[in-house]
């Protein structure tokens, strides 16, 4: 059992490419600078190695587009730090690109798409509530 939790939160009208994409990299961002989150390495029995993975489950959350913009809010005033990924993403293809996307917004019009949280387990819960498991 962890005493934190991550959670991702995407739109619920985005295709299945866009769903797997943003899941990417939003996990990513969890991951992303904080090497205690990733496990050992994998190795099987002939002697392969495999990468590392994240060492806690995440669960994958889907919102329509009033409660995914709500939870930004709760993430926001709770001052949460987030993976995220807005709709202007999907129309870049670099990371600088992606950066500068996000920084025309002002962050009561950031058209988000996706959010990522890693935190204490009953804070993620407050802040995602009204979102449902992913199907």
């Known amino acids: 059992m962890f005493d934190t939790k991550v959670a991702l939160v995407l739109r619920d009208d985005l295709v299945l490419w866009q769903k797997l994409n943003v899941t990417a990299f939003l996990t990513s961002g969890i991951v992303g ?13 002939e002697g392969n190695l495999y ?5 806690q489950p995440v669960i994958v959350l889907s ?3 009033a409660g995914i913009k709500k939870i930004y809010e709760r ?3 709770r001052d949460v ?18 950066r500068a996307t996000v920084k025309k917004h002002a962050a009561s019009e950031m058209p988000v798409v996706g959010l990522a949280i890693r935190d204490e387990r009953k804070l993620v819960d407050k802040v ?6 992913q199907s």
Do not use: Q, V, W
């Not at 730090?81 to 992606?98: K, Q």
């Not at 995602?128 to 498991?133: E, P, V």
């Open 33 to 45: 600078g904080r090497a205690e989150l990733m496990g050992e390495a994998y190795e099987d029995a």
């Open 63 to 65: 919102a329509d587009a």
């Open 75 to 77: 993430a926001l005033a």
């Open 128 to 133: 995602t509530k009204g979102a449902r498991l």
């Open 81 to 98: 730090r987030m993976s995220l990924y807005i709709e202007d993403m999907f129309a870049t293809g670099h990371d600088a690109a992606n």
């Open 51 to 55: 990468n590392p993975l994240l060492i």
